[in-house]
């Protein structure tokens, strides 16, 4: 199985930049479509964006658009996220994700189709 550790996080002003990362180890990225995921306080955990195992494909909650970028990297093994813009309600706990899924061109939102996942890094945007 795959172990998932996520870095970059971290305190930013409204309208900085951070680009989070997620390092695999135990198999290579490679084999999984990736996404992210975050949990502000007080709320539920929810999609934020996912790419597939071509790395062609990618989607993004609708909060996000235009101002994240999901990307990977198989032989850094390696997934990013690299977010602009940030508003103060982008402040979560963001956690990487893979899963097993079938189709090597797909994307997958839902959490229950996720079989791995890090530990989390803290996004603080202040106001």
């Known amino acids: 199985q795959v172990q998932l550790a996520e870095s970059g996080g971290g305190l930013v002003q409204a309208g900085g930049s951070l680009r989070l990362s997620c390092a695999a180890s135990?198999?290579?990225?490679?084999?999984?479509?990736m996404g992210w995921f975050r949990q502000a306080p007080g709320k539920e955990r929810e999609f934020v964006a996912a790419?597939?195992?071509?790395?062609?494909?990618?989607d993004y909650v609708d909060s996000v658009k235009g101002r994240f970028t999901i990307s990977r990297d198989n032989g850094k093994n390696t997934v990013s996220l690299q977010m602009n813009s940030l508003k103060p309600e982008d402040t979560a706990v963001y956690y990487c994700?893979?899963?097993?899924?079938?189709?090597?061109?797909?994307?997958?939102?839902?959490?229950?189709?996720?079989?791995?996942w890090g530990q989390g890094t803290q996004v603080t945007v202040s106001s």
């Open positions: 994700a893979a899963t097993l899924g079938s189709n090597y061109f797909g994307v997958y939102v839902r959490q229950t189709e996720y079989h791995y």
């Open positions: 135990g198999r290579t990225v490679g084999t999984y479509a």
């Open positions: 790419i597939s195992r071509s790395g062609g494909n990618s």
